[in-house]
């Protein structure tokens, strides 16, 4: 089926630093997501964009809907171990409804 | 406020058989859509449902099915369990239909189906 592509696949940092990930897509959105998902869970919001250009921030984290309407990029700022898991990346079009088409996770790993 | 809860939390099937899977959405929430989980395809969207309708499929085949109950909790089912159906299921509510600022999906923590 139809994923967004994400990268990178995995990341291995220490702890205290800078993270950016970021996803692409040749369909274009109306809704970037992003979630992070811990082991034995569900996936969990972490924030949401909605309009192209958009800049949002969640704490230490920050995302950006591309101009385009078909990148988004998450970074992660002052990393702590409890960052530790699988963030997502999801778009969702117009017409969609609450449809959500996934990228492919990108696994990370923070070093105390 | 409970979160959305799927029921069984593991399952374990054999080929052939069939499976039914739960999920109570958040209370006051009337959209449920259903994702597979599988280390090879990732997050794949199975169907969606809003008012006891399903409003959209996701590319599987007709094996699974779904519906929608009145209270908006809902099951899907797979028949003919085949290996490749090994994965975790994910299940999502949100308020209505649709990806709007206040209309945020909320994912339980799954049923994760083993096919022997």
Known sequence: GQ????SPQSMFIQEGEDVSMNCTSSSIFNTWLWYKQDPGEGPVLLI???KAG???SNGR???QFGITRKDSFLNISASIPSDVGIYFCAGGGETSGSRLTFGEGTQLTVNP | KAGVTQTPRYLIKTRGQQV???CSPISGHRSVSWYQQTPGQ???FLFEYFSETQRNKGNFPGRFSGRQFSNSRSEMNV???ELGDSALYLCASSPIRGLGIKNIQYFGAGT???VL
């Open chain 1, 3 to 6: 994923q967004l592509n994400q």
């Open chain 1, 48 to 50: 949401a964009l909605y």
């Open chain 1, 54 to 56: 958009e800049l949002t």
């Open chain 1, 61 to 63: 984290l920050t995302a």
């Open chain 2, 20 to 22: 039914t899977l739960s």
């Open chain 2, 42 to 44: 990732g997050l794949q």
């Open chain 2, 79 to 81: 028949s003919t369990l």
């Open chain 2, 112 to 114: 994760r189906l083993s």
